[in-house]
């Protein structure tokens, strides 16, 4: 796919030139001239870590050459703009466009994006019980994955009729290292094992559409398919303990899918305008044979009655039914096999209506009110003891919605909106998909009383809850979010800009935990909480030094802590250490220079850095920092 990419970059950039020293004529049918800029930048970036590589998540930890480049052609009738940048060979981004007329669109992209991962701890292992045990094969490697997504898009139009084709073809790849984790029963019980694994993900798609107006509607018709493989290997292969051996497991399945959809929709621009959409589809694992087959159809209906009032109805429609093979060869022991029943897949249905008003009551207040209702049927087999899902039948939720935008003044402006959700749960469902209720409320406050100062004050709180959760439960569920976020722009004079901020974010939980003993027996404890709270401060400062010299600084802080209070008042729970407490500080530091020497030439200087500091045992403790110097030639 990559070579593919190149040969094509290749062939549009000497195109265009070809063609425009074949193609204009001695008269000179361009009398403007051909536009012809671009700016070159071309450097080294290093990569300094040290302690947790998290410092660095989303840093490829290795020195290397960097640059980017933005470069726009335009001999008319042709059109190319190219536009990179290149951090290191796990990073970096490219996009080409070239046109020619309207009549011929291609776009190619590329881009890889580098996450480093966590080393989970399975635990403290007791060597003085038998099992279970806890057993890191590789406690000492890094882990991470290059994650990269290549597309070509091609659009071809008729020159006098609106008929359009698309074509794309995408693909993705995910590769590196990550820790699988997984369970061992052969010497009795469940014990948890880690290892590394190599991984090499690949999902190539593929489209083609057609587009036209007809008469008072258009209507588009696509074809779409995708395929899903590991090609560095679909098992992992380990040893049975204290034996020579050997099981698979942890099998990365190859997966398939098609889907085809119609679209039909008016003008946009009149007073009532509608739409219909309608997918069809299946996906299918090609390892185990299970199999699903999904439509998808949305309708939408717009009108306008008056200059003050919008109504707008919703409606959309999303049906899956899945089949899976009926039994599975299950390895019980070793060199031993039986043959299992495989629980049935859950068929649903779900519909969703939603209706909207919006009336403009004044030239500074507009008011909006919403309901909605959601249906879910699923195909749970009920009453069949080999199939049966834990699981509800129907549940059915409405949600009400009312929110205002008004305007105090030309420089104040106030939005909000507050929503109530509720769910008709059975008694004594098991079934937590849905909480019973669930309570929203939003708040937006824009103030620009001056051409040098705004302000942003947004807020935010989400509540649900769950009253009744059926079987060894007896105490209700709560769940609440919290968001606050405050910025505020200074302009001081032509040279400096300040922006400070503030943002405040908490989760809290309160409920029931579940434990199983040895027999199999379910108990559990009541109110049990969880609470995480997050402040962060920031300040960005932009100052010309000169007129060709910009200097951006940026800082931030973090302060993180949550904590998981299990009591082990059940018989055999003692809590759990690992989620007791967290406390973290986090700091965030860039600073960038830019000078100009000439019209043309230039340098930039930028550096960040990147710390962690876990407060409660430095486990986490962990600083990147990155020192990007690069020469720029603009023309």
Avoid at 211 to 225: F, I, K, M, R, T
Avoid at 282 to 294: E, G
């Amino acid at each position: 796919m990559k070579k593919i990419i190149l040969s094509i970059v290749l062939i549009v950039l000497l195109a265009p030139l070809v063609s425009a020293q074949e193609n204009v004529p001695s008269g000179g049918q361009y009398q403007l001239g051909t536009p012809f800029e671009g700016d070159v930048r071309l450097g080294y970036r290093w990569n300094m870590n040290s302690g947790n590589p998290m410092a660095g998540e989303y840093e490829y930890q290795h020195s290397s050459a960097a640059g980017s480049a933005v470069i726009e052609y335009d001999p008319l009738p042709h059109r190319f703009l190219f536009e990179t940048y290149v951090q290191n060979e796990k990073d970096y981004f490219g996009e080409l466009d070239y046109s020619y007329k309207d009549v011929f669109m291609l776009n190619m992209t590329s881009r890889s994006l580098f996450h480093n991962l966590d080393h989970y701890s399975l635990g403290q292992d007791d060597p003085s019980t038998l099992t279970p045990y806890f057993t890191d094969m590789n406690s000492g490697d890094l882990y991470g994955t290059s994650n990269a997504m290549n597309r070509i898009q091609v659009r071809v139009k008729t020159p006098d009729f609106p008929f359009h084709i698309y074509l794309e073809a995408k693909n993705q790849e995910k590769h590196g290292t990550i820790q699988q984790r997984f369970l061992s029963s052969f010497s009795g019980g469940f014990n948890k094992l880690s290892r590394s694994r190599e991984i090499d993900y690949e999902t190539e798609e593929a489209k083609a559409t057609v587009n036209s107006h007809l008469g008072p509607v258009e209507v588009e018709y696509s074809h779409a398919a995708k395929k899903f493989s590991d090609t560095h290997g679909k098992v992992m292969t380990d040893t049975v303990p204290g034996g020579s051996l050997s099981y698979t497991h942890n099998l990365v399945p190859d997966l398939e899918s098609a889907v085809d959809t119609v679209k039909i929709h008016t003008s946009h621009t009149g007073r009532i305008s509608a739409s219909a959409t309608y997918s069809s589809g299946d996906r299918k694992n090609t390892d185990s044979n299970a199999k699903a087959t999904f439509v998808n159809a949305a309708g939408d209906f717009g009108w306008i009655p008056t200059k003050d009032v919008t109504v707008a109805v919703k409606y959309r429609r999303h049906s899956v039914d899945q089949e899976n093979p009926d039994t599975v060869s299950v390895l019980t022991s070793l060199n031993t096999t039986t043959t299992a029943s495989v629980r049935n897949a859950i068929n649903y249905q779900k519909d969703i209506m939603s209706g909207m008003i919006r009336y403009r009551a004044t030239d500074r207040l507009t008011v909006r009110a919403e309901i909605a209702f959601e249906s879910l049927n699923r195909d749970v087999w009920t009453g069949d003891p080999a199939g049966n899902w834990q699981l509800d039948d129907k549940v059915t939720r409405n949600t009400a919605r009312l929110g205002a935008t008004y305007r105090l003044t030309n420089k104040l402006m106030l939005r909000g909106d507050i929503s109530h959700q509720t769910a008709a749960v059975p008694a004594n469902s098991d079934d937590i998909t849905y909480p019973e209720t669930s309570d929203v409320a939003r708040g937006t406050l824009t103030w620009m009383p001056k051409s040098w100062f705004n302000w942003l004050l947004s807020a935010g709180t989400i509540r649900e809850e769950r009253s009744d959760l059926g079987g060894v439960f007896t105490d209700k569920w709560t769940k609440e979010q919290n968001r606050v976020l405050s910025a505020i722009t200074f302009i001081l004079g032509k040279k400096t800009s300040i922006t400070p901020s503030y943002a405040f974010f908490q989760n809290k939980q309160n409920g029931p935990i579940a434990y199983a003993d040895s027999t199999g027996a379910i108990t559990a404890e009541s109110g049990v909480p969880y609470a995480d709270t997050s402040h962060v401060a920031s300040l960005a400062v932009s100052y010309a030094l000169a007129d060709a010299m910009l200097l951006t600084v940026e800082g931030g802080r973090s302060w993180s802590r949550g904590s998981w209070q299990n009591s082990g008042v059940v018989a055999g729970s003692t809590g759990i250490a690992e989620l007791a407490n967290l406390k973290l500080v986090e700091t965030v530091a860039v600073a960038n220079l830019d000078v100009r020497y000439t019209k043309n030439l230039g340098t930039e200087f930028r550096y960040q850095v990147r710390k962690l500091d876990d407060i409660l045992d430095s486990a986490q403790d962990g600083t990147n920092q990155v020192v990007l110097a690069t020469l720029s030639y603009r023309w």
